[in-house]
């Protein structure tokens, strides 16, 4: 068993559609989440992060993080042809290494 | 606030040579990793370094792989003897990881490692 798991997609949504993204991970260590966007060819850029349960809000994209079932969600409000790309969760300990989903592809319809 | 940099972008190798990739973190951080993302997979942890100590080296392969983050300058991946094997893209992250607020990783642009 991966220690993230995470849907490759691809997801094809039409603008405006809300997207909704998800990983489930194994290890209860693990202590804080972060969502990563990339673009073909481009390094990872960071979108979102949270160390504790809940959800977490920045402009169009809402993080959430449910630790007793291990299950972490991105979700991208109002969702534009500039938002397909490649959407990696990342998980890891506190100060140590990510550990990295397969990443998920989106495209976004105009 | 410039971004981590990565440096060359782009790197051919022949079977056999070395290849050396440098990473300049984030001003303000002196923690650094190493991922590697093969083709078609994800991105996979190969080194953690803080100035002049290897924190981790768990994801680095046994043999012809070395990192290093001296006093001065930037952190350095080195692979010796490359392989057809070793083609993937390389990225250097820095974190500021200050503990009990801060462990969010920024990555650099990666060099594309090309062996031939």
């Known amino acids: 068993q991966k220690e993230v798991e995470q849907d490759p997609g691809p997801l094809s949504v039409p603008e405006g559609a809300i997207v909704s993204l998800n990983c489930t991970y194994s290890n209860s260590a693990f202590q804080y989440f972060m969502w990563y966007r990339q673009y073909s060819r481009k390094g990872p850029e960071l979108l979102m992060y949270?160390?504790?349960?809940g959800n977490k809000e920045d402009g169009r994209f809402t993080a959430q993080v449910d630790k007793s079932s291990k299950y972490i969600s991105l979700f991208i409000r109002d969702s534009q042809p500039s938002d397909s790309a490649t959407y990696l969760c990342?998980?890891?300990?506190?100060?140590?290494?990510?550990?990295f989903g397969a990443g998920t592809i989106l495209r976004v319809k105009s | 606030n410039a971004g981590v940099m990565q440096n060359p972008r782009h790197l051919v190798r022949r079977r056999g040579q070395e290849a050396r990739l440098r990473c300049s973190p984030m001003k303000g951080h002196s923690h650094v990793y190493w991922y590697r993302q093969l083709p078609e997979e994800g991105l996979k942890f190969m080194v953690y370094l803080q100035k002049e100590n290897i924190i981790d080296e768990s994801g680095m392969p046994k043999e012809r792989f070395s990192a290093e983050f001296p006093k001065e300058g930037p952190s350095i991946l080195r692979i010796q003897q490359v392989v057809r094997g070793d083609s993937a893209a390389y990225f250097c992250a820095s974190s500021p990881l200050i503990k009990g607020t801060t462990y969010e990783q920024y990555f650099g642009p990666g060099t594309r490692l090309t062996v031939t």
């Open positions: 990342a998980i890891g300990e506190y100060g140590n290494k990510l550990v």
């Open positions: 949270t160390y504790s349960s």
